[in-house]
Structure formats: C-alpha cells, structure tokens
C-alpha cells in the first residue's frame, strides 16, 4: 500500500484525519476540544511533514512524535496560530519576537555546520538547505522550506471552482498544465460529465509539452550544474522553442488558462513539423552527451537513492522512476494506445534520473504525435454537485494529488499534494556518500518544486 | 566533440533570429548604450523570489538562452546582492519571506535600486491578501520600476529593464 497524503479537514462536530493510499482512504475522526492523534511517521517515514503541517495549520497535536517543531510557521510566525482552522480570519499578521528554529543536526569533533539559503545564489526559488559537514562529506542534510507559502488552501475556501481555477493555475508555473488537468477531473467529477475524447487528446498532448518544456530545460541545467555549459545553451533552445509552441496553441507561454473545455484550432501540420525537428535535435543532443566522459564521471553513482529507501520514503515521478520504481499515473489504457511506454532505470544516481527524462522526452514527442488531431468539440458548462472529490495526474515532476470539498455550491477544502511535497523528504538520503559540491548537481536533478511544496 | 562543432557550423549564430529582429534590435541598442552611460558598461543584477509560482523564474532564465543572450547587453545576474546594483523582486511577498528579501535588499550598496518583476508584487495577479501574503511590495520596499505581466515574457523583461535604466 503506497502513501499518498495525509491533512485534516475541520467540520462542525470534529477534525477528520484523511490517510489516502494508492488503494484505500482511511478517515479517523478526532474531537475538537481534543485534537490528538498518533503518527503515521513511524511506518511511513514521510508523513512526518503532513503531520507536522497539520500541527501548524489546525494545532493538531501529534501525541507520539518524534518531530514536534513547526513545518510551515516560521521564526517570526505568532505561535498558536491556526490558520486553517474555520474560526481564523486574520488578513495580517504581525511578527512574533524571533523564535529561533532548531536544525536537525550532527556535532562532534571538526564536524561543523553549514547553512545555505533561504534566498540562493542563482535565479532559483528560495528554500533552506542544513548541512552537518566533516570536510568535505556531507554527513547529513535538513531540507527547511516552506518560505514561499501563500496560504494557498485556505484562500480557495468560500470560492466557486470558477473562481479557483486562475489561482489554481499558479500554484507551480512549471506545473501549471498539471494542476489545471487535476482541476478539470474534480470539475468533471462535480458536474458529472464526461470529458469528450478529443479534448482529452488536446489536454494530453498539452501535458507533454508542458513536459517537455521541463524536461528539455532540465536536461540543459543538469549538466551545466556539472560544469558543462555547453548542454545549457542547447537545451534552453530547444526549451525556448517549445515555449514558443506552447504560447502558439495556448496565448501563453506557461499554458496559464489553457485546459478549457473548447478545443481550439491547432495548425498539425506545422506542429508535426517542429515535432521532428525537436525529435533530431534530442538524438543529436544524446548522441553528443553521451560521449562526454568527464560529464559522465560526474553523474555516476553521485546522490544515489536506493530503492529501498524510495519505497520507504513513497517517492513518486521521475525520482521514483529512477530508482526503479514503476510508477507513473500515466500506466492507464488511454496513454498506452497513445503511444506511452515508462522509463526507468535502477542505479538512482544523477545520471539515472537524467537518462529518465531524456528517454520521457523521447516517449513525449512520440504521444504529442499520436494526441495531434483538429477538431472543435466543445463542452458546456452545467450545474456543479456539492461533494468531496479527489484527483491525480503525472506532472513533470511526478504524482500531483489535488482533493476538493464542495459545500453548496462553494470550496469548503482545498487541498493538494505535491510531487515534490513526497520527494523533497528523499532527497537527503542522496546526500550520503558525497561531497557538498555535488549537492547543487543532486539538487537540480531532482529539480523540484518549491512554490507546489510550499503552497 | 567533433559531432557538436559540426552542429555548430550547421546551426550557426540564432541569436536575434530574423523574426525577432526589428524589434529587439532597437531595445538590444537602447540597453547596451545605456548601461554604458549609467553603469559603466554592467549592471548587477540580484533577483530574489519572494514568493512567486516559478514561472517570473523561469522568464528571467530564459533571458539567457541563446534567442537573447542578455549579458551582451553587459546585464548580468549575480549570485550575492552585495555584487548587485539592482534587486529584482518577484512573488506575494509572503509573511515568511518579507525580512529575508528586506535583508537582501540591505546588504546591497549603494546607490541600489529595485525593480519588481510580475503582477504578483503588486498584488495584480489572482491571488488574494492574506495571513501569508505582505504584498503589495511598495509597503515594505521603495520600488524604482515594475515590470508588469503574470509573467512578463522575455522581451517584456528587456524593454522593462530598458524603461528603468532610461528613468533613473
Ligand atoms: S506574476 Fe504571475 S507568473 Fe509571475 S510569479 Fe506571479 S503568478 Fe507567477
């Protein structure tokens, strides 16, 4: 059974504790005078930061944990502040007296602590990395973000879905198409409608290019991080093209308010062409990397993430796949008559992950071709039925899991995990058996999202 | 390496492609001579995400693919503000981020200037003021320029840099 989320939802009478697994949802129900109840963290070691979340966001307390500092309350953030809670209508805070934050950490003789971050030192989101360091080693990382929160969830609530959807766009730029397909499925779910076929091909084929805008960037970065600059201006051509295609069909150039539910002309036969070229490029691109030695040396065996641990950790996406996991939400019969094969690879190291989403690449180009048709269906818009839905999708990072409660007619939760929400928990596992120069390498090969994680 | 220089030859130079031209040739000249004039030929450019969606990130990135190529201009962005002579600032100005973009922008010498990039500073994107959000940036910070768009796209972004370098 894979973890997926854990969050709490308040009704009138009590607090509900949603556990969702890849097959089951369990719902615990907890007193409001009350609110206790015991970890998940213990079996599944990354629901500690949806625990801790539930602490900071509801008071929710953790009887039996291990962990109990704050996650998203930060050191100036007034304590015993509730946010989420229905009864919380502050619009403005003012800042607590500096509470200082105690990092998880390694001491003992020469072992010293380096500290990087919030705001780092390229154009890059902000988010704070703890290393404990014995010279050069790593010997252990905390991940600290959450600086980014907008206080996502509880500004949807009171709101029509309609009325979501624009926000909803922008939690997580590169993942935009990717919440606005977990957005349409709850939205379809709610209207009971089902999504014509040939609007699912156009929302599809935007996904992979959306993906592959992410993919055709990171594979850029990856190696420039590894001192190869050459990758960079190649691939963030490349990207540069495809964001140009997406702005084509969409009017933007992140797919902002693309998945509607009218299909729009799409010039096929100019797409069909780019999509050729991007196809050459990429061989070409793959042939020239691969014979890169010193790049190669560089990516082997560096941030290994063994299975086992994936597993553990219930890592998802491109991470997950890299490690040897098969998972993908993309393993249904519609992607699969479409062309869609799964990549992975075992050894978890940064190459693996590179050549994951160099082979998603491929597999993208090939689905984008098979998803291309013209077509004008169109879907009209009905009345929307109060209820609690839950929808998933692949982004290009990995699962995105989006829940929605409607009560009459309006949000009454809103809450969404994202991929990197799982992965970032993982990522300092890879740190063990390398040296702090390697971590932006590790890092950006993960490239995860801190705007989705943080909300 | 031998199959990338044959690419090279075959590909050549993209920058400023044919499509591109008119318009960014002006601006391309407008910027260089005036980042000559004002800056001594390089302006320092510190950017710090106060809390947006990634996407006012990923415009700034995509400054530097070979289609624009902004450092010929003699704009840079650098890794610490106190190399900066500009902050650029995107996102809501969340409650947690505000003292850490507050401590950038003090650890800046003077003279220092901001420019905030996006609707979200202004609080014109669909996000909503709340408990997390400090937005507007005009509150906390004396903004020089803004560059409008969710997100402004990279030609946007050079004629925004080019309006600030002409105001000040
Ligand atoms: S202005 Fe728009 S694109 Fe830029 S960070 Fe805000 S929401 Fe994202």
Redesign the pocket.
């Known amino acids: 059974m894979r973890f997926i989320a854990r969050f709490c939802k308040e009704k009138r009478e009590c607090f509900e504790i949603i556990t969702v697994y890849e097959e089951s949802t369990k719902i615990e129900e907890i007193s409001k005078e009350s609110p206790r109840i015991k970890t998940l963290a213990k079996k599944e070691p990354s629901a500690i930061w949806f625990e801790r979340k539930m602490q900071d966001d509801f008071g929710i307390i953790i009887e039996d944990a291990f962990d109990k500092r704050p996650l998203v309350h930060q050191e100036r953030f007034p304590r015993d502040l509730h946010p989420l809670r229905k009864d919380f209508k502050e619009i403005q805070l003012q800042e607590a007296p500096y509470l200082q934050y105690k990092y998880e950490e390694i001491s003992g003789d020469g072992v010293f602590q380096v500290a990087v971050g919030p705001i780092h030192a390229g154009i890059i989101e902000p988010g704070h990395f703890q290393f404990s360091q014995a010279g050069e080693e790593m010997l252990h990382l905390e991940v600290r973000h959450f600086y980014k929160n907008r206080g996502i969830e509880k500004m949807l609530e009171g709101k029509t879905l309609q009325e979501a959807k624009p926000i909803i766009e ?1 939690i997580s ?1 590169n993942e935009s198409i990717a919440y606005q397909i977990c957005y349409r499925d709850i939205y379809l779910q709610a209207t009971k409608q089902e999504l014509p076929l040939s609007l699912r091909k156009r929302h599809a084929l935007l996904l992979e290019l959306e993906r592959t805008i992410h993919h055709l960037t990171d594979i850029g970065f990856i190696p420039n991080d590894a001192g190869f600059g050459a990758a960079l201006s190649f691939a963030s051509k490349l990207s540069e093209d495809a964001r140009r295609k997406m702005n084509e069909l969409t009017g933007h150039r ?1 797919g902002f308010g693309a998945i509607d539910f009218e299909n729009s002309f799409i010039d096929t036969a100019s797409f069909h062409e780019w999509l050729n070229d991007l196809k050459q490029s990429v061989e070409f691109f793959e042939d020239w990397i691969i014979d890169i030695p010193s790049l190669w040396d560089r990516f082997d065996t560096t941030g290994i993430l063994p299975l086992k641990k994936a597993v553990k950790y219930a890592t998802v996406g491109v991470i997950a796949r890299a490690s040897g996991i098969a998972i993908d939400r993309r393993i249904n019969p519609f992607y699969l008559e479409h062309g869609f094969s799964l990549a992975s690879e075992v050894s978890g190291d940064v190459a693996a992950r590179f050549k994951v989403r160099l082979a998603e690449l491929q597999n993208s180009i090939v689905m984008m071709r098979n998803f291309l048709e013209e077509d004008d269906t169109k879907l009209e818009v009905t009345e929307i039925y109060d209820g609690e839905y839950q929808s998933f999708c692949e982004s290009s990072i990995g699962e995105l899991f989006m829940a929605i409660d409607i009560k009459d007619g309006l949000i009454e939760r809103f809450f969404v995990r994202d991929p990197s929400f799982m992965n970032w928990q993982a990522v300092h596992i890879m740190m063990s058996s390398d040296i702090i120069a390697d971590f932006p390498l590790i890092n950006k090969s993960c490239d995860l999202s801190y705007a989705g994680n943080d909300l | 390496m031998i199959k990338f220089w044959n690419k090279r030859v075959k590909l050549g130079v993209i920058t400023e492609k044919p499509e591109l031209e008119e318009s960014l040739k002006k601006i391309h000249k407008e910027i260089k001579e005036n980042v000559k004039k004002k800056f001594a030929g390089s302006l320092a450019i510190r950017m710090v995400d106060s809390g ?5 990130e990923a415009e700034c990135n995509a400054l530097s693919n070979p289609y624009f190529d902004l450092e010929r201009l003699g704009i840079y962005f650098v890794a610490s503000p106190r190399h900066a002579d500009v902050m650029l600032v ?3 100005m969340t409650f947690n981020m505000t003292p850490h973009v507050k401590e950038a922008y003090e650890q800046i010498p003077s003279p220092k200037w901001i420019i905030s ?4 500073p202004m609080m014109q ?1 669909p ?1 909503e003021k709340n408990y997390a959000i400090n937005a507007p940036v005009t509150e906390h910070l004396e903004v020089t320029h803004h560059i409008a ?3 402004p796209n990279p030609v946007e972004i050079m004629e925004g840099f080019l309006e600030f370098l002409k105001k000040i």
């Open positions: 922008r730029g992140f | 947006s969606c990634n996407a006012c995107s996102g809501v990039i996006g609707d979200c994107a996000f768009g969710c997100p």
